[in-house]
DNA sequence: ACAAAATGATACAATTATAGTATCATATTA
DNA sequence: TAATATGATACTATAATTGTATCATTTTGT
């Protein structure tokens, strides 16, 4: 049961490795070999980065992604959405034939509270949120 | 993203169905006609939940399932690690091929608070706690 | 113009998890 | 001993996850 997969799991640190250095402008290769995450499978997940507007990609030599919006303003959930869906902690349904308790069904409205409060803490956590002290204010 | 798969939420349902039953005694069949689940599905679940102590099980004529703990000691964690195994929110590693920030690794550690968090929800709902007001006692 | 360096688009494949099915054996009861 | 129930177990189907590979396109520098 994971919460997290590989791919927001590898977006979250490229994006974090992007933020955190001194260049704007980082390669797809450059990562692949500062964090060490298959090839092809990086460079897909930055793709789709790039499309969801979180990263600008530029051509050619010198070229590479560069954050689009501020390491502060990047969710964990947003990250997520991309690349799991929306975040749904049960399937558990309203119809008569899949609940017993049909609209009335607490585990049902248990689960949501928690899914809630999950959904709000995950929001809280920004890239620039992640990165160690002092490197905060980039 | 799921947090709770269909064979968890069967065996709630399940165990729900049997702790609101006058008798004690509930067949599989009886199981799958009133919660009209995949009966061969259902039988591999209820064996499991046998096993696992949560049921105990009897054969021939009258036979069936009955709880083997009360449903007030029966809780959501408990069906959740039968079924789906330790919970773990991401399996984001402290290994340094895959985490720059080993052991200091803020996502990691923040990703933690929050699955401790969610086992405690989680484990505070329980079997009678999902059942209507008033079967409570049971 | 052209080669090198980068990303873009896209199709394919492998692995794992989930969800479900089916069958035969065994025990219990009437 | 037939009917009713679970036990054990092997098999299958589907979907999600985790990749891989290839060719096209754009940009830069010589």
Redesign the pocket.
């Known amino acids: ?2 919460l997290i ?4 799991d ?1 977006a979250v640190r490229a994006l974090c490795y992007i933020a955190e250095q001194k260049q704007e402008v ?4 450059q ?1 692949v070999k500062s964090l060490e995450m ?4 990086l ?2 997940i ?2 789709t980065l ?2 969801e507007g979180f990263l600008n ?9 560069a954050l689009a919006v501020s390491a502060g303003e990047i969710t964990l959930t947003d990250v997520m959405k991309i690349f ?2 929306p975040i749904r902690l049960s ?1 558990h349904k309203f119809k008569k034939s899949d609940c017993p308790y049909i609209s009335d069904c607490l585990l049902k409205k248990k689960i949501d509270e928690i899914e809630k409060e999950v959904i709000a803490k995950l929001k809280a956590i920004t890239i620039s949120s992640i990165l160690k002290k002092g490197d905060k204010g980039k």
């Open positions: 049961m994971k997969t590989r791919n927001t590898y980082i390669s797809g290769d990562l298959p090839r092809s499978f460079r897909k930055l793709q790039n499309k990609s530029s051509k050619g030599k010198g070229g590479g992604f799991q869906g399937e």
